[in-house]
């Protein structure tokens, strides 16, 4: 699709500049983000592309070609959520989020483009709000870092959609880098790039193409939980502000003190972050047993303790896990639905795709998707006259 074309149709003016940003897969470190814990995602080729031009007057139009449709507000009033085209409460709660840290920018027509898929957990918001704010920052010359870039994103779904995430979709969104895999520190924000091993290992990205539809209760249930496990346990032992502060050796002497379900909980959040902590050395010596212990037992921890798994991403993992060459397989990102992913030896990705078109089906009745992914690069901005 030629999107300038397209734009200029629309728009009856050329775009000045092309913003994209990707989505992501989390290769492990699920719901530690928002316990102040560790993380791994790899940004992915699927992404969402915004061309923009600047406007005279203080008017923000948008167009979504996935969408078909246009949304369009002020910049002079406070800006309000749409609810005939929802899509677009992400490209407003970035501009609403501009104006709250007092930069104001000016009117701007937008088009939005993506091949992110929608509602499967591979981060098409996060990817949509890095967009718009590196659309702004490129069409205002503005002066911003990635963390301010990504802070504000997360602010605009935070505060402005309503979705309560942590920071590590919007973070790998902006910092990703091809063909590495990015180690993040949720508290501190320090973090490390490392090479993913493309000549060994392959990522392949399952879709249960069930949609994500309790993600956000539910989401939010479990950070309750998690918060009720810190004020529960900081009673007990000193010092801690989030799950990512309780040692192991505290946990197991103090777990009485929590309801069955926080339990249950806790135990994930501290054991994934150790095990986040495991990959990394595993991953760099490239410990083909090792990586697969821990993406296998963060599945199973996913689905008996944090229960957020289901029926169709517990089916993707078997096929997985009973493919020579699959180094190890569990289901990415929120949960309920959306996407599994396996790490495959180099070569072996055809016979995993073979199996999974051919069994998912026939115990789902549902026809998946599968994406092969190298880890891609991060949010960037182009000039385009
Ligand atoms: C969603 C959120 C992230 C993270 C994951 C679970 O993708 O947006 O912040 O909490 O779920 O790891």
Redesign the pocket.
């Known amino acids: 699709m030629n999107l300038e074309k397209t734009f200029i149709e629309i728009f009856k003016n050329a775009p000045e500049i092309k913003a994209r940003a990707p989505g992501r897969v ?1 290769l492990i ?6 316990n102040d814990g560790f ?1 791994m995602p790899i940004a992915i080729h699927h992404e969402i592309v915004i061309l923009a031009c600047p406007r005279r007057d203080r008017l923000v139009r948008l167009h979504s070609v996935g969408f078909g449709q246009s949304s369009s507000f002020s910049l002079d009033k406070p800006i309000e959520k749409d609810p005939v085209h929802p899509w677009s409460n992400y490209e407003r709660g970035v501009f609403s989020e501009y104006l709250k840290r007092g930069i104001v920018p000016g009117g701007a027509d937008m088009l939005i483009y993506g091949n992110v898929p929608v509602g499967a ?1 591979l ?1 098409s ?2 990817a949509v709000e890095m967009a718009t704010s590196q659309a702004v920052k490129g069409l205002n010359g503005l002066d911003l870092s990635g963390i301010d870039m990504i802070k504000l994103s ?1 602010d605009a ?1 935070n505060k402005f959609v309503g ?1 309560n ?6 973070f790998i969104s902006c910092m990703g880098e091809k063909g590495k895999a990015l180690f993040l520190d949720c508290r501190s924000l320090e973090y490390e790039l490392i090479p993913f091993p493309s000549d060994t290992y392959t990522v392949v990205i399952m879709n249960t193409r069930v949609k994500r539809e309790l ?1 956000g209760t539910e ?1 939010n249930e479990r950070r309750g939980q998690c918060e009720e496990g810190v004020r529960l346990l900081g009673r007990k032992v000193r010092g801690i502000q989030a799950l990512r502060d309780v040692e192991i050796n505290d946990f197991n002497m103090n777990k009485a003190v929590l309801p069955e379900k926080v339990r249950m909980r806790c135990e994930h959040v501290i054991k994934e972050n150790a095990r986040v902590k495991a990959f990394v050395g595993a991953l760099k010596d490239r410990d083909s047993e090792r990586m697969g212990l821990l993406l296998t037992d963060s599945h199973k921890s996913l689905r008996d303790l944090y229960e ?1 798994s289901c029926r169709e991403l517990d089916i993707l993992v078997d096929i997985a896990m009973a493919v020579k060459g699959v180094v190890g397989a569990r289901m ?4 309920f639905g959306g996407c599994a992913i396996a790490v495959v030896e180099k070569g072996r990705e055809k016979d995993l795709e073979e199996a999974v078109l051919k069994i998912y089906p026939e115990q789902t009745g549902i026809i998946p998707e599968i994406y092969i992914s190298e880890p891609a690069q991060g949010a960037g901005i182009e000039k385009l006259k």
Do not use: L, P, R
């Open positions: 989390n470190g699920e719901h530690t983000d928002y993380v957990g981060s918001s996060a997360q779904e979705m995430c942590g920071i590590m979709d919007q993600t989401y957020v990415t990102g929120a949960g």
